[in-house]
Nanobody
Framework: VQLQAYGGGLVQAGDSLRLSCAAS????????MGWFRQVPGKEREIVAAINWNGGTKKYADFVEGRFTISRDNVNNMVYLQMNSLKPEDTAVYYC?????????????????????WGQGTLVTVSS
């Protein structure tokens, strides 16, 4: 399974970005997908997760309604629309695929349940 994340860049506070993640695997539609982020010296943290059919989505508290996760199971894509970006959103953003099919609750937020990761895409928000 290969995941490729892209769409990061340098933006100003208040701007928007849309991150995309392309998955190579054919059973994409049976797995929860997540977006995580990491800054140097800190652990990778959940940003948002979406279950296999897109019916359930969860967000970190810091998102505060600014981000939207979505997926396209026809084209094996997952997206993160980020609006009203803040300087504290600056991080490397990773997409991840859960390790177990049809699994979401109580595991979606924890990196140890994700088996595959994209290479990360850097988001820099200037003030």
């Amino acid at each position: 399974v290969q995941l490729q994340a892209y769409g990061g860049g340098l933006v100003q506070a208040g701007d928007s970005l849309r991150l995309s993640c392309a998955a190579s695997e054919g059973t994409f539609d049976t797995y929860t997908m997540g977006w995580f982020r990491q800054v140097p010296g800190k652990e990778r943290e959940i940003v948002a997760a979406i279950n296999w059919n897109g019916g359930t989505k969860k967000y970190a508290d810091f998102v505060e309604g600014r981000f939207t996760i979505s997926r396209d199971n026809v084209n094996n894509m997952v997206y993160l629309q980020m609006n009203s970006l803040k300087p504290e959103d600056t991080a490397v953003y990773y997409c991840g695929r859960h390790g177990r099919p049809y699994t979401f609750s109580s595991t979606y937020y924890n990196t140890r349940y994700y088996s595959y990761w994209g290479q990360g895409t850097l988001v820099t928000v200037s003030s």
